[in-house]
């Protein structure tokens, strides 16, 4: 069955230090990951995939199998990253999300 | 182009009433998907439309819960009766065929409280 974690509900990191959310899954397949970011007051909407390999508002994620992880990196947090990110995966066609962590930047 | 469009964007009603939610998706989506997010705990799937025939409706909790896709449009989740686990943020999301799941776009929420 198909499981997404993310053990910190909640995470707090000062402006300029580097963030790190974390994210584990467990699936039978080859998953699909993605990171979903929601800022307050607006909607769920996508930050990245994996398999696009991208960075987004300087954010990237590394899948790693071996591990089963795909943590969301920044090298500098900045104020406008405060935000609930949530991790995903893709079973058949629909998502399957974690808990949520919810990010405070203090400035 | 109108994104996901729910509402109420906030419903109370007491236990055993009855709430009906209303998504509206992109114009030409065909994918139609309800999810609950609970205080807490990871937002939950609850079923997808294919048009208006269900694709899965593996996450509906039980049979308190309908939903339904007129004409493929608009979708409704109708609650009847309502009880105090029914309560969270109900989240409708909308896809092009073939998008897969990083074309889904959210609505902005349905916020349930049953008191």
């Known amino acids: 069955a198909q499981r997404v974690t993310q053990p910190e509900k909640l995470l707090s990191v000062f402006k300029g230090a580097p963030v790190e959310l974390k994210c584990n899954y467990s699936y039978s397949g080859s998953p699909e990951l993605f990171w979903y970011v929601q800022y307050s007051r607006q909607r769920l909407q996508l930050l990245l995939r994996?398999?696009s390999r991208e960075s987004i508002k300087g954010f990237t994620a590394d899948l790693n199998k071996g591990e089963t992880s795909f943590h969301l990196k920044k090298p500098f947090a900045q104020e406008e990253d405060s935000a609930m990110y949530y991790c995903?995966?893709?079973?058949?066609?629909?998502?399957?999300f974690g808990t949520g962590t919810r990010l405070t930047v203090i400035p | 182009e109108a994104g996901v469009t729910q509402f109420p964007s906030h419903s109370v009603i007491e236990k055993g009433q009855t709430v009906t939610l209303r998504c509206d998706p992109i114009?030409?989506?065909?994918?139609l998907y309800w999810y609950r997010r609970v205080m807490g705990k990871e937002i939950k799937f609850l079923l997808h439309f294919v048009k208006e025939s269900k694709q899965d409706e593996s996450g509906m909790p039980n049979n308190r819960f309908l939903a339904e896709r007129t004409g493929g449009t608009y979708s409704t989740l109708k609650v009847q009766p309502a009880e105090l686990e029914d309560s969270g943020v109900y989240l409708c999301?909308?896809?092009?065929?073939?998008?897969?799941?990083?074309?889904?776009?959210f609505g902005s929420g349905t916020r349930l409280t049953v008191v």
């Open positions: 999301a909308s896809s092009q065929a073939g998008t897969g799941s990083y074309g889904y776009t």
């Open positions: 114009s030409g989506h065909d994918n």
């Open positions: 995903a995966l893709t079973g058949a066609n629909n998502l399957f």
């Open positions: 994996h398999i």
